[in-house]
């Protein structure tokens, strides 16, 4: 018997991805149109922009995704979208788009949540043990996500203020850098043979939350005073210590999280997964203790509909389908 196929579509920000996935493991295409240099102008994703530029994509991408996997919808066993969170606006071309095809060619439909997606990008890459660990780092989010079995997701620390993406971008909005700031500030951080001393939010003993706004706030105090004195700031040493102090409090509070839930293996997942920094910190920590640690490769650690494809083949597993007249959620809870 042939393999499960799934054609799964992300539109939850400012990529449009369409991905050909069998058996939540195999991706047989992965397709991205990103809308950077479009945001890029106002430094940042504006909304109403990202879901006209969804519309302009999202048909030519998918029909791309077939062409390039030599196959059409007949060839395919379901259809899966981002239900949320994510823009509202953008949702909607996604989960409209996906719910024409599988109307259109008689398919089962399944709404994944963005970051089970992100979470499960692990999967394509080697199988899982769990009870495992997510640390999930985006630019919307920052959560550690403990996961007793496939599908069974318990948030277990998540962010008070700033996501961590978030606290990059705009650190590196603070530096000059382009939107999004992230990788500028970690390749800066790299180079650094200073390190500006700045402070870590443990907040209570016990807490696997974190908080990103004081260390952003500290970052931007530093470069007013320095301004204001006019004083030179070295913008290499602030990254590395911006760096530093996010990337000690995630890989702290995960492996203390790790050895409390009995976890078997540790996964890194998110956009800010492709830091440099972070990487080679987490994989330093877990190797010393004996941690397996799962870590995507860059191109599925940021936004893709391949990802999306994983996940949503568990829920293919278990039957979970959708309705057609479900609602894409800004706001969905995993
Ligand atoms: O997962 P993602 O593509 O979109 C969301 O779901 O948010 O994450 C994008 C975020 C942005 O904030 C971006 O600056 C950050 O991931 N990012 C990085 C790096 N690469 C991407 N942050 C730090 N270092 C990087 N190398
Ligand atoms: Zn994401």
Not at 281 to 292: H, I, K, S, T, Y
Request: glycine share 8%; net charge negative.
């Amino acid at each position: 018997d042939r393999p499960c196929r799934i054609l799964a579509i992300e539109t939850s920000c400012d990529e449009t991805a369409v991905a050909i996935v069998e058996d939540g493991t195999k991706v047989l295409v992965s397709l991205i149109s990103s809308q950077i240099e479009t945001h890029r102008q106002f430094g940042g994703v504006v909304p109403e922009v990202a879901s006209r530029k969804h519309v302009e994509s999202i048909t030519r991408i998918i029909e791309d995704a077939l062409n390039e996997a030599d196959m059409t919808l007949r060839d395919m066993d379901a259809i899966a979208v981002t239900q949320g969170p994510g823009l509202i606006g953008a949702l909607l071309i996604g989960s409209v788009a996906a719910k024409a095809l599988a109307l259109s060619a008689g398919l089962p439909l399944i709404a994944v949540h963005h970051i089970a997606g992100h979470i499960y990008a692990n999967r394509l890459v080697q199988p899982l043990a769990y009870p495992l660990l997510a640390l999930v780092v985006s630019g919307g989010h920052t959560e550690l996500v403990s996961i007793e079995r496939p599908g069974r997701f318990e948030i277990i620390g998540r962010t008070r203020d700033d996501a961590v993406g978030e606290a990059y971008d705009k650190v590196a909005r603070a530096l000059g850098f382009p939107y999004p700031g992230g990788p500028h500030v970690d390749r800066l951080a790299v180079e650094s043979a200073q390190v500006m001393p700045l402070p870590r939010a443990w907040l209570e003993p016990g807490s696997y939350d974190f908080s990103f706004s004081g260390l952003k706030s500290a970052v931007l105090a530093a470069l007013n005073t320095a301004k204001m004195k006019g004083e030179a700031v070295d913008p290499a040493a602030l990254a590395r210590g911006f760096q530093e102090s996010v990337i000690d409090v995630l890989v702290e509070k995960s492996m203390r999280a790790v050895k409390a839930l009995g976890a078997k293996q540790l996964l890194l997942c998110g956009g800010v997964a492709a830091n440099k920094g972070l990487r080679t910190a987490l994989a330093a920590r877990c190797e010393a203790e004996g941690v397996p640690l799962a870590v995507p490769p860059l191109a599925l650690c940021t936004d893709n509909a391949a990802m999306i494809g994983a996940a949503a083949y568990l829920k293919w597993q278990t039957g979970e389908f959708a309705d057609l007249n479900f609602k894409a959620e800004p706001g969905l809870s995993l």
